[in-house]
C-alpha cells in the first residue's frame, strides 16, 4: 500500500532527554528537588502550553563512574515549540523561582549535588 505522502511515519512530537549524574550521598537530595520545585517549574510550563506533560525521571543503575543515574525526560509537542524557548521559560522561571537571578543561583547550588553530563533531542516517528 503507497500512502499519500510516500512515508510510511508520521511525524511524532519532539523530546529531550537530560542525562544526570548525581553526587555520591546526593541522590535523595536531587530526588527531593525534583519531586518539589522542579515538578513546580514543569507544572507552570504545561500550563503556560510550552510542554505537553509533566516529564518524566528516571533512576538508573549507572555502570560507571560517568554514567547517569537519572534521566530527566520533557517533552514538545514539535520542533517548533523550541523556537525562543528560553525567552517564552523566563517569565516561568521567574513565577517559580521568585527571579531569573535567584533561579541561576539555585542552579549553581544544584551543581554541588548534581552534574548535567548531557542530552539530546528525538523527535517520534509514528508508524502508519
Request: aromatic share 8%.
Amino acid at each position: 500500500m503507497a500512502y499519500a505522502d510516500g512515508r510510511d511515519y508520521t511525524d511524532g512530537s519532539v523530546i529531550n532527554v537530560a542525562a544526570i549524574r548525581t553526587v555520591d550521598g546526593h541522590f535523595d537530595e536531587y530526588m527531593h528537588w525534583l519531586a518539589t520545585t522542579y515538578k513546580k517549574l514543569q507544572e507552570a510550563q504545561k500550563k503556560a502550553g510550552l510542554i505537553l506533560k509533566l516529564p518524566g525521571s528516571w533512576s538508573f543503575e549507572a555502570r560507571g563512574p560517568n554514567d547517569p543515574d537519572v534521566y530527566l525526560i520533557t517533552e514538545y509537542k514539535n520542533w517548533a515549540a523550541l523556537d525562543g524557548l528560553g525567552h517564552k521559560t523566563d517569565a516561568v522561571i521567574a513565577e517559580v523561582a521568585g527571579s531569573l537571578e535567584q533561579a541561576d543561583h539555585a542552579q549553581a547550588e544544584r551543581a554541588k549535588i548534581r552534574t548535567v553530563l548531557g542530552s539530546q533531542t528525538m523527535q517520534a516517528a509514528v508508524l502508519k
